[in-house]
Structure formats: C-alpha cells, structure tokens
C-alpha cells in the first residue's frame, strides 16, 4: 500500500520544481530512476539492478565518488542524495527501501520475480533491520528480496522526459552513468560490500557482519 501524503508530496516537489525553474534533480527517487534507466551490463538502456542492497551501495558510492566529477552536479542537486549513517550492516539509508517501494507500487518501476535470487545474509539482514525500524505504513514485499529491479515503459518516458530532457542530463553524462552502472553491476553484491567496507571504514564502525565482509 502506498500512503496519499507521499504522492501529494512527491507531486508537490515535482510542482515546486517548476515554479522555480530549477535546473538540476533534487528528488532522491528520480536518481533511483536516473540509475535505472542508465545502460547496465548489456550495454542497453534500463537494464534492470539486482536487490535492494546493492542498489542502496551504488547510490553511497555514486554520491561519495562520482556526484562532482564529469559536472554531474550541475544537473544533480546534493538533495538527491539520501543521508546515509552507519548502522549494523555498514552504510545504510532507509529513504531507498521506502522510494523504491514507492516507485514499484506506481508503476514506475517493476520487480521481476522469474527465478529463485541468490540471497547473501548480508542482504536478509539488511532487510531484516529495514523491516523492524520502518513506519507502519512502508512495505516491501519480501518477495521482492534480492530481485532485479527495472524501469517500467511508464518510468522510461518519465525519465526521458522530466530528467534527460528537462533536466539537461547529457549523453556523455550517461555514459558516465552507465559505466559506474556496469561495474558495480558485474560485480558480485560480496565484492561490492567488500570495496566499501574497505574504502569507507567509518560508515563500518558499527557493522555486525564487517568480519564476515573481509574474509
């Protein structure tokens, strides 16, 4: 279920957005969809990412080491980006779990559910810590758990249209994008919490699995 309060908001953002002319993307759930529709490992647009914790590392590392290079911050505000602090599982931001939640149940963006996902115990209890500290009105099925995430047709023409269009997102700066897609897509979810248990040691402090990670 998805509450009315946050699709007014959302809609009075994008409103906002337009009474002011603001040029750059301010809404952390249009970078979810940015990231989406960005070329992935096929080398195509809006190839789907695998599971909601590797999701989560991409936006912490895109934010701590892509966001200023390539003028990517003349079309994406540092409000896009959620606050992440560090919790048991290593850098953690609770806004992804619930845009994404709320981008599938607008049919902004689908889960696909062929197949059995490989499910790290990183991932479930990540899921898990979500699960218990989130308000009673966010929901992420758990089927949903380790599942590829894609771009529905209807998320795909909001972003040419709001974001690449309007907002002035260039082809070099989609490439960009879809390059940093691509590696931390071919990358195993390991290998991934591995660099940033490595790289940010101070989002680890608090982490219940940091031994584990670095084996």
Not at 15 to 34: G, H
Not at 106 to 117: H, I, K, R, T
Not at 127 to 149: I, P
Not at 194 to 209: G, N
Request: hydrophobic letters at 35%; glycine letters at 4%.
């Amino acid at each position: 279920s998805i509450c009315p309060w946050r699709v007014r908001q959302w809609l009075a953002d994008i409103t906002a957005t337009k009474i002011l002319n603001m040029a750059k993307i301010t809404n952390p759930k249009d970078l979810i969809m940015l990231l989406l529709y960005a070329p992935g490992t096929s080398g195509a647009l809006c190839d789907p990412i695998e599971g909601q914790t590797r999701l989560m590392k991409m936006i912490f590392l895109f934010k701590n080491e892509l966001s200023r290079r390539f003028n990517l911050d003349q079309v994406i505000d540092e409000k896009a980006f959620p606050d992440f602090e560090a919790y048991d599982y290593g850098p953690y931001s609770a806004s992804v779990y619930c845009d994404l939640e709320f981008l599938v149940n607008l049919n902004f963006a689908e889960v696909v559910l062929a197949g059995e996902p490989e499910i790290l115990e990183e991932e479930r209890q990540e899921f898990d810590y979500w699960s218990a500290t989130k308000n009673e009105d966010e929901d992420l099925d758990t089927q949903y758990l380790g599942r590829q995430f894609r771009l529905t047709e209807l998320g795909k023409k909001f972003v040419e249209k709001k974001l690449i269009q309007e907002k002035g997102v260039t082809p070099d700066q989609l490439k960009v994008l879809g390059d940093f897609k691509k590696r931390c897509c071919e990358s195993s979810l390991r290998s991934l919490l591995r660099y940033v248990y490595t790289r940010y040691e101070d989002m680890t402090e608090k982490s219940k699995i940091k031994h584990e990670v670095l084996k």
